[in-house]
């Protein structure tokens, strides 16, 4: 007499053994990676949004910036690629998770065997390609069209690896939790944007640091955006250019506590907040 054991793809190993989170997770990152990029309209608003206003925003604004040794054009480079790394990461999934638990997709993924860690590495997996994609392309356009020079120090690489690394993860663990807050799916867009909105405005996004009142730029220091900001103007733009900071530095010690203590605290309110159904539904 012989036995049979299951070993299809994704299910159990040929121990009879469920995928651990990890795997799973894996798997769930390709199906969101999919789902993504089935949806063209989606997908082009995505990666043109902040393309369309860099390209708004450098053409009206375009002279040199004095005493900086840059023009106002690539000032707006690393900034829209900070508003890039937080719209595909915040945005993206405190809009789609609210949606998601909304239409009860979260209820039944809940009741399934899949451990719950492996929804958020998914998740991860999704807003780290994104991330990814669309600060390539924004540095694409930075060089070729507004010349911004790449760095020739791996040193400055290497901030740019930790700088994204941290405030992708930071700016997704806040999109998790902010996600709880919309009372439907419907209300989501207009309950997530218009903080990130107003951030834009604060972070030195669309105005130039040295132009925005210090009690602004005070609030947008407690949130991470202005410090990716910051720090990608550290990686991409002249030193030179450091003397229209509100510290005149960049602060990379500075950058990386904040982000850094982002990624914590985003974690705690996911941990606190997180919920699996609608509040309607108990």
């Not at 250019?241 to 850094?260: C, M, N, P, S, T």
């Amino acid at each position: 007499m012989t036995t049979t054991t299951d070993v299809r793809p994704g299910t159990r190993d040929a121990a009879g053994r469920l995928p651990g989170a990890w795997g799973l997770g894996l798997r769930r990152g390709g199906l969101e990676l999919r789902q993504f990029f089935r949806q063209r309209d989606q997908v082009v608003f995505t990666f043109a949004f902040p393309v369309v206003f860099l390209f708004l925003f450098a053409s009206i604004f375009s002279n040199d910036v004095k005493g900086a040794g840059v023009t106002a054009s690539q000032l707006y480079v690393p900034a829209m690629m900070a508003a890039g790394i937080m719209s595909t990461s915040f945005q993206s999934l405190g809009i789609s998770i609210a949606i998601e638990r909304d239409e009860k997709v979260l209820r039944r993924l809940r009741g399934t065997p899949m451990p719950p860690a492996a929804y958020f590495f998914g998740k991860i997996w999704l807003v780290l390609v994104t991330g990814a994609l669309e600060t390539a392309v924004l540095l694409t356009v930075g060089t070729t069209l507004y010349g911004v020079d790449l760095p020739s120090d791996p040193g400055k690489w290497a901030d740019f690896g930790w700088i994204f690394v941290l405030g992708l993860t930071a700016c997704a663990l806040l999109g998790i939790a902010i996600s709880s807050v919309p009372k439907s799916g419907k209300s989501a867009t207009s309950v997530v944007v218009l903080p990130f909105l107003v951030l834009q405005f604060v972070s030195g996004v669309y105005i130039a640091v040295d132009t925005i009142p210090d009690w602004m730029l005070n609030i947008g220091a407690l949130f991470p955006l202005k410090w990716m900001c910051q720090g990608l103007r550290g990686v991409f733009l002249p030193d030179s250019a450091k003397v229209l900071e509100q510290a005149g530095d960049w602060e990379f010690g500075r950058i990386a506590l904040v982000l850094g203590a982002w990624c914590v605290g985003g974690l705690l309110l996911c941990l606190l907040t997180f919920r699996w159904k609608n509040r309607r539904d108990g």
